[in-house]
């Protein structure tokens, strides 16, 4: 049983462990592969089929799935290493020591984004991306928007989402007006500034490669979402009578049919049930 820390109690040696060996998964092409699968299953509602990842119930299983995989893959490399979490409410600046120089780095530079410091920069030698989608070669970040400045998330909005009783709703999608995980995703309808909450706004907050479906080449992708995995759990805690929803395979009138996945009906590519993924107890623990 491995443990998920808060990155912002990591010794200066759990941070160089994870940083040194998700360096040596991107030497080895299979981190390019995760960001690969991550694009593959970056659908919107507009899409036709299943969506399995994105605007949809199975958002929080499918992420959960997906982090266990990144880190198992990991600990082939160093059995010792863990995903950490981001609490984007508590360490909510560019100041904070996630974005130091012996971390993830800070942010990008005015002139083109290009992040400079720290591991994953470009010219640090280890760490250019190469996907087909953006030519840039290099991690860019935009920390705040400053084009259209926008802040983290606060408290208060994550717990607009947190105190939210009922797990998801129909039409299952970014626009299922109540429901735990659309408030948490984040799609709102609204102006430019409100639209983006909770999760999304992190990727909004971060901007570069985290703004779209290569978000996993920036590493910090997955702080984000280990917080957003143990934020489920919270919410679970906090309403106990709460399950997954739907919990049976949508109608055949159901215009979502085919497109959102429910309880026991299986997540591509590896066949696993949201109702594997529940809970996270047998496999990992967090630190709070
Ligand atoms: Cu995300």
Sequence with gaps: MHIRKNQRNLTSAEKKRFVTTVLELKRQGRYDEFV???????????????????????FLPWHRKYLLEFERALQRIDPKVTVPYWDW???????????????????????????????????????????????????????GRPTSPIALPTKDELAWAMDESVYDAAPWDSTAPRGFRNR????????DRTRWRNHNRVHRWVGGQM?????????VFWLHHA??????????????????????????????????????????????????????????????
Excluded at 184 to 191: I, K, P, R, V
Excluded at 231 to 237: A, G, N, P, S, V
């Design 211 to 219: 703004l779209g479906a290569t978000a996993p080449h920036d590493p």
């Design 184 to 191: 948490l995703e984040g799609w709102t309808a609204g102006s």
């Design 89 to 143: 409410t508590t360490d909510n600046t560019p100041a904070a020591s996630l974005w130091s120089e012996d971390f993830l780095g800070g942010d990008g530079r005015s002139s083109d984004g290009q992040v400079t410091t720290g591991a994953f920069a470009y010219g640090a030698g280890n760490w250019t991306i190469n996907d087909g989608v953006l030519e840039r070669k290099f991690l860019v970040r935009a920390f």
């Design 227 to 288: 917080f957003v995995d143990l934020l489920w759990d919270r919410w679970q805690k906090k309403h106990p009578k709460a399950t997954y929803l739907p919990q049976r395979r949508l109608g055949g009138d159901d215009p979502q049919r085919g497109q959102a996945i429910s309880v026991d009906e299986p997540m591509p590519p590896w066949r696993t049930k949201p109702s594997e993924m529940l809970s996270h107890r047998s496999l990992y623990r967090y630190d709070a």
């Design 36 to 58: 690969r699968q991550h694009v593959q299953y970056y659908r919107t509602d507009g899409d036709a089929g299943l969506r399995a990842a994105h605007m949809a119930p199975s």
